[in-house]
């Protein structure tokens, strides 16, 4: 019946559930688990759980090693919660915000027998989420009837991980004129995903000729660079660069991707901003709080700018990773147009990290 839920509707209900706290039902063949964000965890709900049966928490292999705790799982640690482990206690374990204040959390003993697929995709899904990558799950038996008796959402794991790896379709919602000060012949597309997530947008400048490599750059949005003209980033000098030299060459797109902090959302983001506070650089800060160093997705501009009618462009950029996944996506660079602009006393060392750990031509 087309009024049921598809899997895509469902991993974007699971996602909403898991912000505000709700627990979701995983399932691995005869497998179940009740999966919770550590984040949006509640004394109620950690009661609760404990009364099911034995917790664990799944880490990334990122935080594990800031834990000194055992990944036995390669990217995933299963972490085994004592009887009296407290709400307080699970927590510290996701966010490292006191990590240096308070270093010794455990000892902590980390599961090795049986299957971390459950756990692998909880992770998966708490960081769709843009929340911290750590998520509690217990076994349940006859775990489809229970999601079921408790109104809760309910993912297989073969039909969900596929999903999950795979950037969502995008398509076009809206377009219409937008003059500019950079210029005045300019155009906004919106782009929707299927799977429920943010919008991104294609800001057209000119007519740019199909034909001709286009003047293009894959920004990703940073609201304290480009809203508030933060000076820990270079992010708001290189959108203006960006549509400035549009505007004088007469034409480009600007693609702007909502994946704020390389992909894991504003407010992780701004818990990496603390540990910096703390001496951590970007990098550090993205393994402390458990994840990669960019977590970005930049199939998405190219789907883009497929959607649109390119498939050569001049990249405005000094990232080789953007140039890399344009080319295996089919979208052919012609050049790498360099974008230096914006560098100050206050983000000198955070270019200097994405020169020398990111790979980033500066």
Not at 76 to 101: N, V
Not at 217 to 242: E, Y
Not at 276 to 301: M, P
């Amino acid at each position: 019946m087309s009024l049921m839920p598809t899997m895509i509707e469902l991993l974007a209900r699971a996602r909403v559930d898991l912000r505000m706290g709700l627990p979701v039902v995983l399932l691995d063949g005869d497998q179940a688990a009740l999966a919770i964000a550590a984040e949006c965890l509640a004394q109620d709900r950690l009661q609760d759980l404990q009364a099911l049966g034995p917790v664990t928490l799944a880490l990334t292999a990122r935080r594990a090693e800031t834990l000194k705790a055992r990944a036995y799982d390669g990217d995933t640690a299963r972490i085994c919660l004592p009887e009296a482990a407290t709400l307080g206690w699970i927590q510290a374990l996701a966010d490292p915000a006191d990590d240096l204040s308070h270093p010794m959390k455990g000892p902590l003993i980390s599961a090795r027998d049986g299957s971390a697929s459950l756990h692998r995709l909880a992770i998966a899904l708490v960081k769709s989420a843009r929340l911290l990558p750590a998520a509690l799950l217990v076994p349940l038996v006859g775990g489809a009837q229970f999601a079921a008796s408790h109104g809760l959402t309910l993912l297989p794991q073969a039909a969900a991980e596929p999903l999950m790896s795979h950037s969502s379709p995008l398509h076009a919602v809206a377009a219409a004129r937008l003059p500019m000060q950079a210029a005045e012949a300019g155009r906004l597309h919106v782009f929707r995903p299927e799977d429920g997530a943010e919008e991104h947008y294609a800001i057209e400048v000119g007519r740019p000729d199909r034909s001709q490599p286009v003047l293009a750059r894959l920004h990703s949005a940073c609201f304290t660079g480009d809203v508030l003209g933060s000076l820990k980033c270079d992010c708001g000098p290189q959108l203006n660069a960006a549509l400035a030299q549009m505007g004088a060459e007469g034409s480009g797109v600007l693609l702007y991707l909502n994946q704020e902090g390389r992909g894991i959302g504003l407010a992780n983001k701004m818990r990496a901003y603390s540990l910096q506070d703390q001496g951590f650089d970007t990098v550090e800060a993205n393994h402390r709080l458990g994840f990669e160093d960019d977590e970005r997705d930049f199939r998405l501009g190219a789907a883009i700018l497929k959607e649109l009618g390119f498939d050569q462009v001049r990249l405005l950029t000094n990232n080789p990773k953007k140039i890399a996944m344009m080319e295996k996506t089919g979208i052919t660079v012609t050049e790498r147009v360099e974008l230096k602009v914006g560098e100050n006393a206050h983000n000198a060392q955070y270019l200097a990290t994405k020169a020398a750990k990111s790979g980033h031509m500066l």
